[in-house]
């Protein structure tokens, strides 16, 4: 099954915070993140690996709850250039990394 | 510079026409995927490959064929048994292990005419 995202969209300000949420009903082995800008492929922001670590790229963070199935993207300090639609993947136990991508999530950074 | 390249950029196809897209990369990553995009979706995998001369069906598979012959190369062939092809396609290649993104190509909007 697809991973649901929350939200479907957000509109920030320049300079706000936002989080946006991944979750799963399948036991995950690993979460990665990607940004996509309109009409354009998706770029690779950041894995997650099973172990519960928490990265960052810049102002932009994410952790991994295993337990949970669930991992969330921070944006912090938000910057026109983070609009986009953010979407995760996921892979679970089986060997290979053929990810299963939630349905995205639309972010506008206003001035 | 290494990357994937994804071409045609735009297609159109007429009713009951077959077409190949072509994706080719230089990363020497082992894996290729093809995934499906329509308007303000996610992406849904059509077609994996992990090794050259192997691939497996993705959740969407029916409709579609694909090649891997070389290591570079993994085209997808849209037939016309879908019903439905117009869409984004998105070819994407990895090293193959769990740990490792994705690089996607530019993409290639296919139409139907």
């Known amino acids: 099954q697809q991973p649901v995202q929350s939200p479907q969209a957000v509109i920030l300000r320049e300079g706000e915070d936002a989080v946006i949420n991944c979750s799963s009903s399948?036991?995950?082995?690993?979460v990665h993140w990607y940004r996509q800008k309109h009409g354009e492929a998706p770029v690779f922001l950041m894995i997650?690996?099973?172990?519960?670590e928490q990265k960052g790229h810049d102002k932009i963070s994410a952790s991994f709850n295993e337990k949970k199935q669930q991992s969330s993207l921070y944006l912090t300090a938000s910057q026109l250039s983070y609009s986009g639609t953010y979407f995760c993947?996921?892979?679970?136990?089986?060997?290979?990394?053929?990810?299963?991508f939630g349905g995205g999530t639309r972010v506008l950074v206003k001035p | 510079d290494g990357g994937i390249t994804q071409s045609p950029k735009y297609l159109f196809r007429k009713e009951g026409q077959n077409v190949t897209l072509s994706c080719e990369q230089n990363?020497?990553?082992?894996?290729m995927y093809w995934y499906r995009q329509d308007p303000g979706q996610g992406l849904r995998l059509i077609y994996y490959?992990?090794?050259?001369?192997?691939?497996q069906k993705g959740d969407i598979a029916e409709g579609y064929s694909v090649s891997r012959e070389k290591k570079e190369s993994f085209p997808l062939t849209v037939t016309s048994a879908q019903k439905n092809p117009t869409a984004f396609y998105l070819c994407?290649?990895?090293?193959?292990?769990?740990?490792?993104?994705?690089?996607f190509g530019s993409g290639t909007r296919l139409t139907v005419v």
């Open positions: 994407a290649s990895s090293i193959g292990e769990r740990q490792h993104g994705y690089t």
């Open positions: 399948k036991a995950l082995y690993s």
């Open positions: 997650l690996l099973k172990g519960g």
């Open positions: 993947g996921t892979a679970g136990g089986a060997a290979g990394n053929k990810l299963t």
């Open positions: 990363l020497n990553h082992d894996a």
């Open positions: 490959s992990q090794i050259v001369n192997d691939f």
